[in-house]
């Protein structure tokens, strides 16, 4: 059962902002979390449910690469998808 995964363009441009701000640091760490984020997210297509729900998003499921970056997604059964919608560092607030 495989399902194609796709990146909307808000999980694009959060997870461009986060690794241009690593990269300020450490351009190879950068090159790495985004790698890491995308590889993660890919592996998606095969056991999307592997994750945990939002509790407080009925819908969302999220994981957690390298402690601090959470990233958002919501599956579709209807059309065997994975949307990956957003990347948020968690070292960071937002408004």
């Known amino acids: 059962m495989d399902f194609k995964v796709t990146f909307r363009d808000t999980c694009?441009?959060?997870?461009?902002e986060i690794v241009r701000s690593v990269a300020r640091h450490n351009p190879v760490a950068a090159q790495h979390l985004g790698e890491s984020v995308i590889a993660a997210a890919e592996r998606l297509s095969f056991f999307p449910e592997r994750h945990p729900k939002v509790r407080q998003r009925p819908g969302l499921r999220r994981f957690?690469?390298?402690?601090?970056?959470?990233?958002?997604?919501?599956?579709?059964?209807?059309?065997?998808?994975?949307?990956?919608?957003?990347?948020?560092?968690?070292?960071?607030?937002r408004a």
Request: proline share 0%; charged share 30%.
């Open 12 to 16: 694009i441009a959060d997870l461009e």
């Open 64 to 93: 957690i690469i390298a402690r601090y970056l959470k990233v958002f997604y919501r599956i579709n059964y209807a059309s065997k998808t994975v949307d990956i919608l957003r990347c948020w560092d968690g070292r960071t607030t």
